[in-house]
């Protein structure tokens, strides 16, 4: 679509004396409608000009009057306001998402170069919790909005499976563990000799000395350990694919720690040829003092590797295999530091690309009870908090009475896509509460509500026995370039540009904020406006604008993974 800040740029550059990219960095959406829809600051022209702003307002918009795009220009102080002709603007917005459809608001400004998202990386024997879901669902909308703007997109789950914690749960698991319980709920079951351990182990340190030994066997490739873990892995992997199926998310690889394993040595070498590595109490180190961190622990005192040794393997093997231009770690803000030390020792190695690893991080969630602990038990399994999404919407549903049929499909597209909203509602580095009346308000700024929305927004369209496409060359749109119609089109305009802005910031909730606003705006417009009248003319370009509004928070709703039910 023609991008018309970039036209209006175009004409004023010429008038003006600036370059096109000066121009654009100067115009302005002003803060209210009377004062035009964009408008053009002259204060900074002034010295160059040697002229007072006024009148320098005044000669560019008498030289720039006349273009076609405007309806009107004036000058008013300092500023040129310009009013975009409306029909034109109307036609421009309308006939791009008429032909473009479900790619209505994708580009190609990544130019197909690759980056890599990696995301949810929940730990095996572990829940999947409430925790992981940001993780999850952010990593998830970032990967949908990258691709959208033209990237090649690698979808990774680094899984945490391997480290000292597995010597734990493999020495519970001896102790205390049955197969028959493991196979029957594993992952509870897990966790539960996890906390057990942790029980134990504060009155029988042997119990972490021998947790130790079991996690260096395993590294060292002893049969009977490795067995079990993976027999735990595969276990668990079962039960985090059920939530993924769920949340209708894929990824491209599950290489986790545990695959970079073997390449740890060649890295180690390769910190000691660099001289990086100095000893301490028996452990190797890299010293970071100068930058004010503490050090960056590559090996333990009996030679077991360590979470930020295979952070710096991955990077290295990632570089290699994908020639990535960024690679984004979606990652809680917890782990700050880790990523700032291991991203310090990239550098250190002489690595120039570690500038193109990004940690995307995200604050807290926490239930109205209290925070969780995986060590005490404390826990709320995300598939839990799914089921009980659906269940609840069920009820609402059922009680509001609508769609009898088809409630088991509806509470699900709803219920879990309500979570998903509400992940994505707040910008992402805040903490934020769980709470389930806001999840599931069907008024609020929710996901439930802007489905509803969209589902309105096709029960108009059936009702009017519209089902193919319209022909917006040959249509009169002048019944919808005013009121609430045309503040519609405003917002519906915005769309790819606001999918550029939140891909740039990392940032969903820039998506999910205008989600909003376009249903809103729609909602407005449906009130204020009876859409089926007589006048064919008139009804058509109605249609065709619920058409928009529909397709434009349909593809919304995909980038964030949410679907957009016809019926609710
Ligand atoms: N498995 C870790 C956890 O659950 C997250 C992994 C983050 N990714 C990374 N490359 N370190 O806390």
Not at 8 to 18: H, P
Request: glycine fraction near 6%; charge should be negative.
């Amino acid at each position: 679509m023609k991008d018309i800040r970039k036209e209006i740029a175009g004409i004023i550059a010429s008038q003006a004396g600036l370059s096109e990219e000066e121009a654009l960095a100067l115009i302005e959406i002003p803060p209210e409608s009377s004062k035009g829809d964009y408008a053009f600051p002259c204060f900074k022209l002034a010295k160059v000009l040697r002229k007072a702003p006024p009148l320098i307002a005044a000669d560019i918009a008498a030289k720039i009057r006349d273009n076609a795009l405007f309806e009107k220009v004036e000058n008013v102080n300092a500023y040129v306001n310009m009013f975009i002709d409306k029909q034109f603007f109307t036609r421009l917005t309308l006939e791009d998402v008429a032909e473009r459809g479900d790619d209505f608001g994708k580009s190609d400004v990544g130019g197909g170069k690759t980056v890599i998202v990696e995301y949810s990386s929940p730990n095996i024997a572990k829940p999947f919790h409430i925790g992981h879901i940001r993780s999850t669902v952010i990593g998830n909308a970032i990967y949908k909005l990258y691709d959208a703007v033209g990237y090649k997109v690698v979808r990774i789950n680094h899984l945490g499976d391997y480290g000292t914690q597995f010597g734990k749960m493999i020495t519970a698991y001896r102790h205390w563990g049955s197969e028959e319980e493991v196979r029957k709920e594993p992952i509870k079951t897990l966790l539960s000799y996890y906390v057990r351990f942790h029980k134990e182990a504060e009155n029988d340190p042997s119990l972490d000395q021998e947790a130790r030994e079991t996690f260096y066997r395993l590294e060292h490739g002893e049969e009977e350990e490795v067995r079990i873990w993976e027999w735990f892995r595969s276990e668990s992997l079962k039960e985090f694919e059920r939530v993924y199926g769920m949340l209708g998310i894929t990824f491209d690889s599950y290489n986790g720690e545990s695959f970079y394993s073997d390449k740890m040595p060649a890295v180690i070498e390769e910190l000691k040829e660099k001289g990086l590595l100095q000893e301490s109490q028996g452990a190797q180190i890299v010293d970071l003092s100068q930058w004010n961190m503490a050090p960056a622990l590559i090996t333990k005192s009996d030679g077991s590797s360590l979470y930020i040794t295979r952070d710096i393997a991955a990077a290295i093997y990632r570089k290699k295999t994908y020639d990535f231009y960024k690679c984004i770690y979606v990652v809680a803000s917890q782990q700050n530091l880790h990523f700032q030390q291991w991203f310090k020792v990239l550098e250190l190695m002489g690595y120039d690309w570690y500038k193109d690893c990004v940690h995307i991080n995200f604050g807290l969630v926490s239930l109205e009870d209290g925070t969780m602990s995986t060590r005490e038990g404390r826990v709320v399994f995300l598939e839990d908090v799914l089921n009980r999404a659906v269940e609840k919407t069920a009820e609402i549903v059922r009680e509001k009475g609508v769609n009898t049929e088809n409630i088991e499909e509806t509470s699900k597209i709803v219920g879990i896509g309500a979570v998903i909203f509400q992940e994505l509602s707040n910008s992402r580095i805040k903490d934020y509460v769980f709470n389930w009346d806001n999840v599931l308000n069907f008024d609020g700024e929710t996901g439930p509500y802007v489905q509803y929305t969209h589902a309105r927004a096709a029960s108009v369209l059936k009702n009017a026995g519209v089902s193919g496409s319209f022909d917006v060359k040959n249509m009169d749109l002048s019944a919808i370039c005013s009121g609430s119609a045309y503040e519609l089109i405003k917002e519906i305009y915005r769309f790819p540009e606001v999918i550029r802005d939140a891909a740039d910031k990392y940032e969903p909730s820039v998506l999910t904020r205008h989600i909003v606003d376009v249903a809103q705006a729609f909602n407005k417009f449906y009130h204020d406006e009876h859409i089926l009248v007589e006048d064919e003319t008139e009804k058509n370009a109605k249609l065709l604008l619920t058409s928009a509004a529909k397709q434009t928070i349909k593809n919304g709703l995909a980038l964030l993974g949410m679907q957009a039910p016809d019926k609710m």
